[in-house]
């Protein structure tokens, strides 16, 4: 495969690579790096930039409109299966109609081949990708979620043209793969206005460092209840999956599994991120570029939880981070 198809394979951390392309180059990929900043409404008191959204069946629903600045994202997943909600911001000129038909029709061919062991048609399939997919730029949002849960992510968004995507596999099928031909499947188009949404930077209980080195918590501690952690991306790496480190929470139950909830996390394999997941997924945040901060909420009961990354084999990476809630 060639250095254009390899660089578009990895800018579909949005709709999921293959294990055809272990081998490939990565080459020469830029992140662009928004700037954070408070928003404040007049006269100084502050308020929420709320986005609503949810998750029924294999379908987005919710606003596609939201004032700029510190924008909260809240996913209820209303669906039986696991969801998230990975932020792209769109390149000039890309509408959600051609990511559907250019990025997602021809991945779905390319690990259905996969699947039927024919990597070298596979890979045929992903250099018909559109080299302005390396010019996407993923922007957090909500984690991985099971079915019934909720929880919120905030991010600094610009203004701009951006979409919401989910590409959990059900079946050996994407989320983002269409129903119809030329139809988009789990997406969701997103208008951020030059209109500033007037809301503070929120506060954290607890402040997650996400890097190469791993996951570190670096100050607060959880309670019960309502946690909000601050996540600092101090550097993003691409990984041989091709996507970046984030933070997904799991309960660890006394059955959980660690080494399959690690191997699941990885989609090369034909099982990884296919419905159901091997835990309870409870939130977190989707990757985003370095040096950025992005803030998520979840809901813990006393007990024990883990902090777990979409990468292979997390725990190698120590991107799976145990942690316990006290009474």
């Known amino acids: 495969m060639d250095q254009r198809a390899a660089k578009t394979v990895r800018n579909r951390a949005s709709l999921t690579a293959t294990a055809v392309i272990f081998a490939a180059a990565i080459a020469g990929l ?17 308020t929420r930039n709320l986005l609503e959204l949810r998750a029924v069946g294999m379908r987005f629903e919710g606003p596609h409109e939201i004032p700029s600045g510190w924008v909260t994202i809240r996913l209820d997943n209303l669906s039986g299966m696991e969801h998230f909600a990975l932020i792209d911001r769109l390149p000039p000129g890309v509408t959600v109609e051609m990511m559907a038909s250019e990025v997602a029709v021809p991945f779905q061919r390319g690990m259905d081949l996969i699947n039927a062991g024919e990597p070298e048609a596979a890979g045929e399939a992903f250099g018909a990708l559109p080299e302005w997919m390396g010019d996407i730029v993923y922007m957090g949002g909500p984690g991985l979620l099971s079915a019934g849960k909720s929880a919120d992510a905030t991010v600094y968004l610009e203004p701009g043209r951006y979409m919401i995507e989910c590409y959990i596999k059900t079946n050996g099928i994407f989320h983002t793969t269409g129903p119809q031909p030329g139809q988009p ?16 930077e929120p506060d954290a209980n607890v402040t997650l460092a996400i890097s190469t080195a791993g996951f570190e918590i670096v100050a607060g501690e959880f309670r019960p209840g309502r946690n909000t952690i601050r996540a600092n991306f101090r550097d993003q790496h691409i990984y041989p999956n091709f996507v970046g480190h984030d933070a997904h929470v799991i309960r660890v139950d006394e059955d959980t599994d660690l080494e399959a909830v690690a191997a699941w996390m990885d989609w090369r394999d034909p099982k990884g991120f296919e419905t159901p997941a091997p835990a309870v997924f409870l939130g977190g945040v989707n990757d985003m570029p370095a040096g950025t901060t992005t803030y998520f909420s979840v809901d813990l009961e006393p007990g024990d939880y883990a902090f777990v990354a979409e990468v292979p084999a ?12 006290a009474e």
């Open 314 to 325: 997390p725990h190698e990476h120590g991107l799976l981070l145990r942690f316990a809630v």
């Open 30 to 46: 830029a992140i662009s790096q928004p700037v954070s900043a408070d928003g404040a409404a007049e006269g100084g008191a502050s």
């Open 185 to 200: 499947g789990m997406v969701h188009e997103l208008v951020v206005t030059d209109k500033p949404g007037g809301a503070a």
